[in-house]
């Protein structure tokens, strides 16, 4: 009785004392950094907002743009109705940098005090009495680090105009002070608002030389990991129409043609009226989710969970012959074009980024002339049968390959599933579980039964399908994104002490440190004479991923990073990315299409390298980057450095 008394005393004083010494961990924690903000309107609509860090004596912390597995500070403005924009925090003062002695990384470190600023645009005719917002920040010492916290800032906003004279001279006090600090690189004059090659690269090209670019782009489409699920459905096509006369042959490919087309004048009316560049569709997570479902009910088909309705799109999986009709065949056309956008061939970006800058009627001629590349093999197959008679005979064999077409169509749904906002991929498995079975039931019901039976089986089979999208997407994805900032939150307190376990310095020396793409990084990094390597990628880019692959995350080509001192950026496009979206369109790659890359050379930023398409050796990145060193005496420009404009770039991209 004693002991157990004494257990539960221990136990009661345990609990009184937890909050106490969770308020001391606090007020240590909100102690080491100190954060203010200040306001300055500029004008009836846009607020300059300056957020100050005062750092405890001995502390640092990290700067925005701090690579990973350190954890960088990040900067967030409260979000209001009357808020138009919030714009990107920029640094006043250049941090310090050092190398980290055991994860050989360029380490960013604020002392004493650091400011970032950011506009701050109004609605128009809406009003803002304060601004509110948190800095999340670790602070550190020598040897060890504080947890991360978040300090919370608010500030009043005031009704006097300051006028824009009092800002630019503030600011031209503040790159004074900058520019003469020895420990800066000397600085050029340069905005990327000066960066324009579209305008040279266009004057460059005409109509006749971008259309058979457009034609063999096309082509080549046929040869992408994307397309080859389809392309395996098209060879069984062609078994099918072995015994077919040759005027239902060649009707078939043209259905299959207009299917094809039908896709791409539908991308050329968004890249025409919206600016959505090629394969851009896939950044939107319901297009994503989608297309899943779309490739997923097919790979069912195809493995004989159920008949697909449109006739002819692949026949039966046993008993009859199964035979191509020509609606099934306009189906296969779109489905080859959907499937083909994640993938971008040789001289594609090229013609793509021509035809965006030109009047609509170009624009859909030039993705209606890719489409026809794209279709030509079939289209010459249809016009002369003969071509595919090493085909085998019809037979059970067909059976079988389409039964393999249906898990590679599976497979397709992994990869698409892949580059989904992660909270989006449980959801999407029951939503796929779901078309599963409303699809086996309606498959249940025989295509000869009566009309009446067939429609009650599919009105099911679609109740089905949307009482799961709302289970999955209206409950399950809210549950997920809960679950998933969770546990960002313990990765994020564990990530410094976990350091040393996820990179070894060995390891980190091979391997390429990149930093997010910033407008206002970039343009500080070519003012101070930096190299800089700019890397356009997405996760649904397959031939971004191949090229990272084989191509750039190379021994070769870290080291001509790290031996020069070249900054690398990534700017990913996976979710929607205006800014990096602007970037490729003065680099005069107007459809905003990846995969690409730029190297700004040392002291010429308006003379950067431009490279694109599919890579197989390092050499072509490791050669840029070495050329964009900056020389020291005269005669030192490298000729590898020059511009490569789009009606050449592309030509030396094959094979690397």
């Known amino acids: 009785m004693l002991k157990k008394m004494i257990c539960n005393i221990a136990a009661l004083c345990f609990l009184a004392a937890w909050p106490l010494a969770n308020a001391s961990q606090a007020n240590l924690l909100a102690d080491n950094v100190a954060v203010s903000a200040k306001a300055v309107r500029v004008s009836e609509t846009e607020v300059d907002l300056t957020v100050t860090a005062t750092i405890r004596p001995g502390l640092h912390i990290y700067a925005l743009s701090q690579v990973k597995p350190i954890l960088a500070t990040k900067i967030d403005v409260a979000k209001i109705d009357s808020l138009l924009s919030i714009g990107t925090f920029t640094q006043v003062a250049e941090p310090e940098r050092s190398i980290h002695p055991d994860l050989g990384i360029e380490l960013l470190e604020h002392h004493d005090q650091a400011e970032w600023k950011s506009r701050i645009v109004i609605k128009p005719g809406q009003s803002v009495v304060s601004i509110s917002g948190s800095l999340f920040a670790q602070a550190c010492e020598n040897d060890r680090c504080f947890a991360p916290h978040s300090y919370a800032f608010a500030v009043e906003v005031p009704d006097d ?41 266009q004057q460059s090209q005409s109509i006749w030389t971008v259309l058979p670019l457009a034609f063999v782009a096309g082509f080549l489409l046929n040869f992408m990991p994307c397309v080859l699920p389809v392309v395996g459905l098209k060879l069984l096509s062609f078994v099918q129409q072995a015994n077919s006369d040759r005027r239902r042959i060649l009707l078939m490919n043209i259905a299959y043609t207009s299917g094809l087309i039908f896709v791409m004048l539908v991308l050329a009316t968004f890249a025409a009226f919206a600016g959505l560049g090629w394969g851009q569709q896939f950044s939107s997570a319901a297009f994503t989710v989608t297309m899943s479902a779309l490739v997923f009910a097919f790979g069912l088909s195809f493995l004989g969970v159920w008949e697909f309705p449109v006739p002819g799109f692949v026949g039966t999986v046993g008993g009859k012959r199964p035979q191509e009709g020509y609606t099934g065949a306009f189906s296969k056309g779109i489905l080859s074009t959907l499937l083909a956008t994640p993938c971008s061939g040789p001289f594609l970006g090229a013609a793509l980024a021509w035809a965006v800058t030109q009047p609509a009627y170009l624009t859909y001629l030039v993705f209606s002339i890719v489409g026809l590349g794209m279709a030509s093999p079939y289209l010459v197959i249809g016009a002369f049968p003969s071509m595919i008679r090493f085909l085998p005979k019809p037979g059970n064999w067909m059976i079988v390959f389409k039964q393999v077409m249906g898990f590679v169509m599976l497979a397709t749904v992994v990869y698409l599933m892949s580059f989904m906002p992660i909270a989006s991929v449980v ?97 500080m990094l070519l003012q101070s004479e930096t190299s800089v390597f700019i890397d356009f990628t997405a996760d649904w880019c397959l031939t971004c991923k191949a090229n990272e692959a084989v191509a750039i995350e190379t021994n070769e080509v870290a080291e001509a990073i790290r031996s020069g001192n070249v900054i690398a950026i990534k700017a990913d496009k996976t979710e929607p990315n205006p800014a990096a979206d602007e970037l490729l369109r003065r680099l005069g790659n107007s459809a905003a299409s990846i995969p690409f890359y730029a190297v700004f050379p040392a002291g010429r930023p308006n003379e950067p390298v431009l490279l694109d398409g599919l890579y197989s050796s390092p050499e072509p990145f490791a050669n840029a980057i070495r050329g964009s060193i900056k020389k020291a005496g005269p005669g030192s420009d490298n000729p590898d450095t020059k511009a490569i404009g789009f009606s050449n770039r592309d030509s030396s991209t094959v094979g690397g």
Request: without cysteine.
């Open 161 to 201: 105009l300051v006028t824009v004279d009092v800002v630019d001279r503030e600011r031209t006090e503040t790159n004074s002070a900058m520019s003469a600090d020895v420990s800066q690189p000397s600085k050029i004059e340069f905005t990327l608002s000066d960066l324009n090659l579209a305008a040279q690269q």
């Open 427 to 523: 959801p999407t498995v029951l939503l796929l579980l779901g078309i599963g079975v409303a699809l086996w039931y309606a498959g249940q019901t025989p295509a000869y039964e009566s009309t009446g039976r067939l429609v009650r089986a599919w009105s099911a089979a679609t109740v089905m399908v949307i009482a799961t999208a709302f289970l999955s997407f209206g409950w399950l994805q809210g549950v997920m994104q809960a679950r998933f900032e969770r546990a960002a939150q313990r990765l994020i307190a564990d990530v410094v002490d976990r350091s040393n376990q996820l990179a070894t310095k060995t390891d980190a020396g091979k391997r390429i440190q990149w930093e997010d793409y910033s407008p206002d990084r970039l343009e």
